[in-house]
């Protein structure tokens, strides 16, 4: 079988950061030029005054690289379900933004076979001021979603998010909660061939969560390639047909979601 | 066997994206920008509604600026300093200034922030960020077309006969938009790292206005200067926008093609500068 098959094919994925000191995020860019290039006369004045020999050619930058995540290889086929498991900061939102393009890796790449949706942000793209309706436009438009499907979707999307008293409303004025359920609501009706959902998007009430969980679910068996980061190790186990698992950046185990979920568990139990 | 996987890959025209470290020059990809024309109108239409929300005057603002300023040009210009508007009376010769001129500061301005007030959309969703900027400078025709109406009516105030020459007015709206992207593409990708470009621009706006003949006619530079005067391609844009709409007006010479290569230069540029940038603004916003 050719990698051809393939609806995601990632090979030595890695992103690093620039932490501390330092806003720089590298060295080489022109920010860094610039940075210098304007720093400079103020250096060899103060070095002038001051009497110092300089330390380096170039100035000091304070703080390192850091790798949010490194070496991640996999794949997943068509239609196939893979959870991602990993503790708080292991790094499975970095691979799933570098996976929606939302930002580019450092080093190694990836493959995507089909039109690929996120369902990785909530109402991030409301706008206040607009009414809960106009929202639905915006943000589905945002999301990828073509005009006339949203218009055909937007019954749905209303009912679904449980906020229809207040839909002609500026969302400016919704709860936090009822923000979130239209966020999610809108989400969860995208429909491309590869998903990528963040479990935390389930939000509100047990009874809304329930339903959200649901939805995930009934993606996920609906024959899309979908990649499922959760904290709900049931939910995991159930949805997901393999899944991996994210420590500290590394790829450090992959197969049956059970043993995966178990070798999670056993790690949180012992640290 | 073969038959069918050659079959297969014609039945399966699902798109293959590719993600890899930035390296090299930056491919534009054009084309992926106009297949979200969609979220481009959206969110100029979003800027539209938003920006007259709770406002009083609502978008008569449109009209009350270049409305003002041409008054208090034609108390100065005409009243007290007396500029040769070859014939034209004044209020119609600053209006057909100020008309494209309000277009072109208000896109920038709303552009060159458009980075940072979006940044939420930046960090948790993709698309095209080249959508960003060009929905600023088409939103802002909204603007242009109600100021537009104004310099219309104000037309047929003075018994304004329409000619031939206003079949050219669009050409020169046209370089007024490429003109503001030009520069919107470099100012929005430079104030994600450096705040100061906002801060700037106000100051900016207003010495480049002092260039650009809004409140005088261009015939008052030196010959000899008009070669560099029009390195300016607002400069361009202002005649283009006199000579179309007011009769006896020089038009604007051949020295626009200065002009047209100025604004040629800095797009090509802008765009692949920006592409180049837009792979941190992300992690930098």
């Known amino acids: ?271 | 066997m073969m038959i069918r996987g050659v079959l297969t890959a014609f039945k399966d025209r699902r798109e293959t994206i590719y993600i890899n470290p930035p390296s090299g020059i930056p491919k534009l990809e054009l084309l992926e920008v106009w297949r979200n024309w969609d979220i481009i109108l959206i969110l100029a239409q979003r800027d539209i509604k938003v920006r007259y929300k709770q406002s009083f005057a609502g978008i008569g603002w449109a009209i009350i600026q270049p409305l003002l300023t041409m008054i208090v040009f034609t108390a100065v210009f005409a009243g007290v300093v007396n500029v040769n508007t070859h014939n034209s009376p004044y209020p119609l010769f600053s209006l057909a200034a100020l008309v494209p001129w309000s277009y072109f500061v208000h896109a920038i301005t709303k552009a060159t922030g458009c980075l940072v007030v979006d940044q939420d959309l930046i960090k948790r969703v993709y698309f095209p960020r080249l959508v960003l900027p060009i929905s600023a400078v088409i939103g802002g025709l909204v603007d242009f077309a109600i100021a537009f109406v104004l310099m219309l009516i104000l037309l047929l105030f003075y018994d304004w006969a329409p000619n031939l020459k206003l079949l050219l007015l669009p050409f020169f709206l046209l370089f007024a938009i490429l003109t503001a992207l030009a520069l919107s593409l470099w100012l929005s990708a430079l104030n994600v790292q450096y705040r100061d470009v906002n801060n700037a621009l106000p100051f900016f706006t207003q010495l480049m206005m002092f260039i650009s003949p809004v409140a005088y006619p261009a015939s008052v530079i030196p010959e000899k200067w008009q070669m560099v005067y029009a390195l300016n391609p607002m400069a361009t844009v202002i005649n283009g926008f006199r000579w179309v709409l007011l009769e006896e007006q020089p038009n604007p010479g051949i020295y626009s093609l200065i002009s047209v290569a100025v604004v040629m230069v800095a797009l090509i540029g802008g765009l692949y500068f920006f592409r180049w940038q837009e792979d941190r603004f992300a992690d930098v916003v």
């Open chain 1, 1 to 271: 079988m050719s990698s051809d098959h393939k609806a995601i094919v990632a090979e030595g994925l890695g992103k690093s950061y620039w932490v501390g000191g330092h806003m720089l995020i590298d060295r080489m860019g022109m920010h860094a030029l610039v940075d210098r290039a304007l720093k400079a006369p103020v250096q060899v004045i103060s070095r002038l005054v001051s009497n110092q020999k300089p330390s380096s050619h170039f100035p000091e930058i304070p703080g390192h690289m850091k790798w949010a995540i490194r070496n991640v290889s996999f794949s997943v086929d068509q239609g196939e379900v893979l959870g991602i498991v990993g503790h708080n900061g292991a790094g499975k939102s970095v691979l799933l933004k570098l996976l929606s393009r939302i930002t580019r890796p450092t080093e190694g790449r990836a493959r995507l076979h089909g039109r690929v949706g996120s369902m990785l942000e909530a109402g991030t793209s409301f706008h206040g001021e607009l009414t809960g309706r106009e929202n639905i436009q915006l943000s589905g438009a945002i999301l990828g979603m073509p005009r006339p499907r949203i218009t055909a979707l937007m019954d749905e999307i209303i009912s679904f998010s449980e906020v229809e008293e207040y839909i002609d409303t500026p969302v400016k004025r919704y709860s936090t909660g009822m923000i979130l359920r239209l966020g999610f609501s809108v989400a969860a009706h995208l429909d491309t061939d590869i998903m990528l959902i963040d479990e935390v998007l389930a939000v509100g009430d047990q009874r809304f969560k329930r339903r959200c969980v649901d939805k995930m679910r009934s993606v996920a068996r609906s024959g899309k390639t979908v990649l499922f980061v959760s904290h709900d190790m049931d939910v995991l186990k159930q949805i997901s047909d393999r899944a991996i698992l994210i420590r500290e950046g590394s790829l450090i185990m992959e197969g049956a979601p059970g043993h995966v979920v178990a070798e999670h568990v056993r790690y949180t139990g012992k640290s």
